[in-house]
């Protein structure tokens, strides 16, 4: 599938609310504010994969939710002129038990938060798993970012031009 609103900076291309055992594959998404936002307390087993993103303005991938539970984001292209992306762009954000693997990110912006951010975790909850990935980007504050007081994410095996940063965090 081709999903193109390239000059649109307010609406979500693919939106996801309290549903479990998603995938969303194979498909070209061109502009909007995210590319794919999923939320609610029930959101889990997603798997987006095999997509290529372009010039999102304020995130490619979003997965929330309560936990993500058995969430992945794996083999994904993310592309982004800086042109489109706002000062505070991501590239994916994550959440708890969510697999962050074999992404490739070309995030080009003169300004921007992070390529992959990993969420807080705790101490008997698992973060994310972040392996594998290429983030090339000579503007973004972090390649990969912990918020400060996270736990439990494993960040392994990342091929990336900006920091990475545990944001203070355990």
Wanted: proline share 1%; aromatic share 4%.
């Amino acid at each position: 599938n081709i999903l193109n609103s390239a000059e649109n900076t307010t609406s979500v291309m693919v939106e996801i609310n309290d549903s479990q055992t998603v995938s969303v594959a194979n498909n070209q998404i061109t502009g909007g504010v995210n590319g794919i936002y999923s939320s609610g307390a029930n959101v889990s087993a997603m798997k987006i994969s095999g997509n290529t993103f372009t010039n999102q303005y304020n995130r490619a991938i979003n997965i929330g939710g309560a936990v993500g539970r058995a969430s992945s984001v794996e083999g994904n292209s993310i592309i982004v002129d800086g042109t489109y992306a706002t000062s505070g762009y991501y590239g994916i954000m994550a959440h708890n038990n969510c697999s962050v693997i074999g992404n490739i990110m070309d995030i080009q912006v003169t300004s921007g938060n992070s390529g992959i951010s990993c969420p807080s975790g705790g101490a008997s909850i698992n973060g994310a798993l972040v392996q594998g990935n290429i983030i090339r980007s000579s503007g973004l504050t972090y390649s990969i970012r912990a918020s400060g007081g996270s736990q439990n994410n494993v960040i392994i095996n990342n091929m990336t031009q900006q920091a990475i940063s545990n944001g203070g965090g355990a």
